[in-house]
C-alpha cells in the first residue's frame, strides 16, 4: 500500500495564479482532511470531507476550494494564489469514529511569489 | 473543549539514552491520543496512539507512552535515542462532536540528540 500520496511535492506560483492539489489514499478510508503547516502556527485545516461527493470547511477554508469527486482522491485548488498561501500543504485520511488516527501524506511545498 | 500542552519546545540527549517527551491533556471525556513524528522535510508520522484499552501503549521504532488519567498525562519514552530519532513530536488529541475526526495539536517538542 502506497498509504496518502500527494503531487505535486514543491511548485511555485506567481500571485494570481491558479493550481490544484491532488491527495490520493489506498486504504479505503472515508475521512479526507487538508491542512497547511506554516512556522509558529501548527497544523490548521482547510476543509475536510466525510465521505465521497462532501466537503466541508475547516478553520482556514478562504481562498481554497475543495472536491472529492472519488473516495480514494481529495483535490484542493486555489483559484487565485495569493503569497500569503505559501505554505507547506499535507493531506490525511482515516477511518470514521474519533478514535481513529489519521495518516499523512508526505506533504506540497507551495511558494507564491 | 479538548486541549493538549506539550511541556518543552526542545529536548536535547545523547545517543544511547533514555527519551523523555512530556504531554498533559484536558478533557471533558475519556480521550483518544495520539503521537505522531515529522522529520525535517517529511510528513507526520503515527508513533501511537491510545483508545481506551491498555495504559501503556507501544508504538513503532521503539517508542512507548502511558496514558495516566489521574495525571492527564501521556508522556512518550524510548529507553535508547538514536540519531534518526531527531526529528519533532506533537502530542496529539481526538475531539468529538464535530461530525469528523478533529484532532488537537500540541505546539510539538523539537528532539535533538546529540553523539
Known amino acids: 500500500n502506497a498509504g496518502v500520496t500527494q503531487t505535486p511535492k514543491f511548485r511555485v506560483l506567481k500571485t494570481g495564479q491558479s493550481m490544484t492539489l491532488l491527495c490520493a489514499q489506498d486504504?479505503?478510508?472515508?475521512?479526507m482532511y487538508w491542512y497547511r503547516q506554516d512556522p509558529g502556527m501548527g497544523l490548521r485545516l482547510i476543509h475536510y470531507?466525510?465521505?465521497?461527493?462532501?466537503?466541508a470547511k475547516g478553520e482556514v477554508p478562504d481562498g481554497y476550494n475543495v472536491s472529492r469527486l472519488k473516495k480514494q482522491n481529495f483535490l484542493l485548488g486555489l483559484e487565485s494564489a495569493a503569497p500569503s498561501q505559501t505554505s507547506v500543504y499535507f493531506c490525511a485520511s482515516s477511518k470514521t469514529g474519533r478514535d481513529k488516527a489519521q495518516y499523512f501524506g508526505p506533504g506540497t511545498r507551495l511558494l507564491v511569489l | 473543549a479538548q486541549s493538549v500542552t506539550q511541556l518543552d519546545s526542545h529536548v536535547s540527549v545523547s545517543e544511547g539514552t533514555p527519551v523523555l517527551l512530556r504531554c498533559n491533556y484536558s478533557?471533558?471525556?475519556?480521550?483518544?491520543l495520539f503521537w505522531y513524528v515529522q522529520h525535517p522535510n517529511k510528513g507526520l508520522q503515527l508513533l501511537l496512539k491510545y483508545t481506551s484499552a491498555a495504559t501503556l501503549v507501544k508504538g513503532i521504532n521503539g517508542f512507548e507512552a502511558e496514558f495516566k488519567k489521574s495525571e492527564t498525562s501521556f508522556h512518550l519514552t524510548k529507553p535508547s535515542a538514536h540519531m534518526s530519532d531527531a526529528a519533532e513530536y506533537f502530542c496529539?488529541?481526538?475531539?468529538?462532536?464535530?461530525?469528523?475526526?478533529?484532532?488537537?495539536f500540541g505546539a510539538g517538542t523539537r528532539l535533538a540528540v546529540h553523539p
Open positions: 496529539v488529541v481526538s475531539d468529538q462532536g464535530f461530525g469528523y475526526n478533529k484532532l488537537i
Open positions: 486504504m479505503n478510508h472515508e475521512y
Open positions: 478533557s471533558s471525556y475519556s480521550p483518544s
Open positions: 470531507s466525510v465521505g465521497e461527493g462532501t466537503t
